[in-house]
Each structure stands twice: as C-alpha cells, then as structure tokens.
C-alpha cells in the first residue's frame, strides 16, 4: 500500500481514538448519551475522514504532479525555482484561517471550557435532577401511572400495549417466568447479570439434585419447570426444586441478596436490573436503557412488578 495513504489510515485511527477518548461515553460510544450526542460525534467522526481524504488527496497530487511555468532569474547550483504566484484567494482564506483558529483555540472555544453541546448536556442534567426532585416522594398511584405512560412509550413497541409480550416478540410481563423461558435457563444457565454481581447461574451440568446426589435429569428438568412456571405451588416437581434450586434460590423461590434472584415474582430491583443490563434469553434480547432518569427506573419497576401481581 502507498505510504501516504497509510500514514492517512493511521491519522484517522489516531483521530478517532482522541475523539473516543475525549467525548467518552457522553458521546453515545457505549451506548450511553441521546441521539444529540451521537449525531455530534457522527459529525465529527465524519469530519475527521473528509479532512484525511482531502488531505491525502493533496498530498499525492503534490508527489507525483510536474511543475511547469517560467523559471525564475536566480539558479542555484543549476537548480531553478518556477515563479508560480500565491492564488489570491487562496492566500487570503489561509491566513484568514490561520487567524480563526488562534481565536477559536485561545479564546472562542477554548478545550474542555464552553460548546454548545456541553451546554446542551448541562441543561439536560440540570432539567433530570429537577424532574428527580419533583417526583421523589411519590404515592403508589401516581408512581405506577408514571411507570404506564413511560411503558407506553418506551417498551409497547416490544412488549405490547397491554404488556402481553405481543405473541412471543417480547416476555409477557404478567407472569413471572413463561415455561420456555424457565427450562432454556436451566439447560444453558443465565449470565445476564441480574443480581448487579456478574454472578452467572450454571448450566444443567453444574446443577446437582441433593436427594439424589446426581446431575438433573430431563424428566425432573421438565417437572421443575413446570413447578417454577405455576408459581412454586402443587407437589409435581417440588421435590427437585427443594433437592437442586432452593440452596441458591430459597425455599419458597424469592432470591437471596447476592446469590441468586427472586424467580418467584418480580420484583422492583429485578425490573431495575434488567433495565440496566438488557436481556438474553429464549424469547430474544431485550436491549439496556441507560437514558432513563432515577425516577423513572423507579416508576417503571413499581409498574411492571405490579403487572404480575
Ligand atoms: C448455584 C446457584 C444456583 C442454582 C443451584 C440455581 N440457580 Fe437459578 N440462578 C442463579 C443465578 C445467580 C441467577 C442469575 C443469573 C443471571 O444473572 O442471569 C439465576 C437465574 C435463574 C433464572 C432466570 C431468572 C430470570 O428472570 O431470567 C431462572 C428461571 C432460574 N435461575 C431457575 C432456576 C432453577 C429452576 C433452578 C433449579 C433447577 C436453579 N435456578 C438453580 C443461581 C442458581
Ligand atoms: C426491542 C424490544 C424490547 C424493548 C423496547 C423492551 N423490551 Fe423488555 N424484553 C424484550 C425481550 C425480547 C425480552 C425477553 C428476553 C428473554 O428472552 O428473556 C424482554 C424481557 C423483559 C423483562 C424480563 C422479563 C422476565 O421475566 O424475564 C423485563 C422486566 C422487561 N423486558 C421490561 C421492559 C421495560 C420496562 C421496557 C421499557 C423501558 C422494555 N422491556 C423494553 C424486548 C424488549
């Protein structure tokens, strides 16, 4: 490859790693950040390659094209010098650049003082922490109506209007766990850090039956399923839960802090966490919302843990 279009690659590499490091996650780059962010590094992430392309550009014609014109008067040792005039309007937009970025550097927009889009951001979180404050001891009632009107906005589109999961698109979030979902965990295990620890929950070979000291088989497999789905009631499958989910998961399915979640119903801090996290299981993957203000993670686990009461 020529050298020069490689030293353009490298530069727009190391431009993009700057901007990276520079804008962070404020930029939108983990996912993070609102369309107004991503937009503002999108414009400038293209402004980096136009600049690099132009440039390259340049800087070939400048390798390979030959000089032509009336020689200058004066030789050096036998080499000459072409009398070629500055464009004049070339010459003025140079030096009139020059000048804009001296201003724009020291005093128009100095590095890390005022932008327009941090200002943006300013007033975004300026207006989230008064939203936060307004809404922060609210009753039962108004927070699960906060929670629904979010929810219409936010998740109908996956998980339908009345919350039924639209035939498989999205969980039915009325009950705790579909059986399809129950028995893909227990086959493949679940690492979608529920529990905010990263603790993942094993699959069917790391799960033991303690009544009898063997790995799970797929008949119990389909009875503890079975009994998890019904919400831990009726005597099918009991046994298998007690002997092989019930050290981790409780007695009676509710979760312990750090060890395992509650699969016996949902819970505010279970809907918080997948919020955060995003999900993968048997029905797909429910993406992470991380733009959300305080309160409305709050009213949206008030209202979705309601739904499957
Ligand atoms: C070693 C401890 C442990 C054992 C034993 C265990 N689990 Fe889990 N389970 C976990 C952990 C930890 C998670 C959370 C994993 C994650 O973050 O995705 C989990 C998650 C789950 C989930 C997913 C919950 C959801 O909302 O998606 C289900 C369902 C589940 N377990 C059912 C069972 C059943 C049924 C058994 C018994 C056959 C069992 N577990 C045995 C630790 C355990
Ligand atoms: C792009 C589609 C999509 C959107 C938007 C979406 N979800 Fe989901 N959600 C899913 C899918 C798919 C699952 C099932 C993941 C799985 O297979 O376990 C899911 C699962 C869940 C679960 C876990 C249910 C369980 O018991 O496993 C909760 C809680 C949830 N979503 C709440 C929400 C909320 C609240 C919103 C709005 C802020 C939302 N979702 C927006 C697709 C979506």
Redesign the pocket.
């Known amino acids: 490859m020529n050298k020069t279009v490689l030293a353009a690659i490298i530069v727009v590499i190391a431009m993009l790693g700057f901007t990276y490091v520079a804008v962070g996650s404020a930029g939108g780059m983990g996912g993070e950040g609102d369309w107004v962010n991503k937009l503002a590094v999108l414009g400038a992430v293209v402004l980096v390659i136009i600049t690099s392309f132009v440039v390259t550009k340049y800087v070939r014609q400048m390798q390979n094209d030959r000089a032509g014109g009336k020689l200058a008067d004066e030789n050096w040792d036998g080499i000459g010098e072409y009398k070629n005039e500055l464009p004049f309007g070339w010459a003025i937009i140079f030096f009139g650049l020059v000048i804009w970025a001296i201003w724009y550097f020291l005093a128009g927009y100095p590095v890390g003082t005022y932008s327009q889009i941090g200002e943006y951001n300013d007033e975004v979180a300026a207006h989230d922490a008064k939203f936060n404050e307004q809404y922060k001891n609210m009753d039962d009632a108004t927070l699960n109506a906060m929670g629904e009107s979010?929810?219409i906005v936010?998740?109908a589109?996956?998980?339908g209007l009345q919350a039924d999961g639209m035939n498989g698109?999205?969980?039915d979030?009325h009950v705790?766990?579909a059986e399809k979902?129950i028995k893909h965990v227990v086959m493949n295990g679940s690492n979608n850090n529920l529990l905010g620890t990263n603790m993942p929950m094993p699959d069917r070979n790391g799960l033991m039956n303690s009544n009898t000291s063997a790995l799970i088989t797929d008949a119990e497999i389909d009875a503890v399923t079975k009994y998890v789905a019904g919400g831990l009631k009726g005597s099918v499958g009991a046994d298998v839960f007690a002997g092989t989910c019930a050290a981790c998961h409780g007695p009676d399915g509710k979760g312990m802090d750090m060890v395992a979640p509650n699969i016996a119903e949902?819970s505010p801090a279970?809907?918080d966490m997948?919020?955060h996290h995003g999900?993968?299981?048997?029905?797909?993957?429910?993406?992470a919302?991380t733009n959300l203000t305080e309160v409305q993670y709050k009213a949206?686990g008030a209202y979705?843990s309601s739904l499957s009461k």
């Open positions: 979010v929810f936010q998740c589109p996956c998980h698109k999205a969980a979030l705790r766990l979902s949902m279970m809907v997948v919020l999900k993968k299981g048997a029905i797909g993957a429910m993406p919302f949206l979705v």
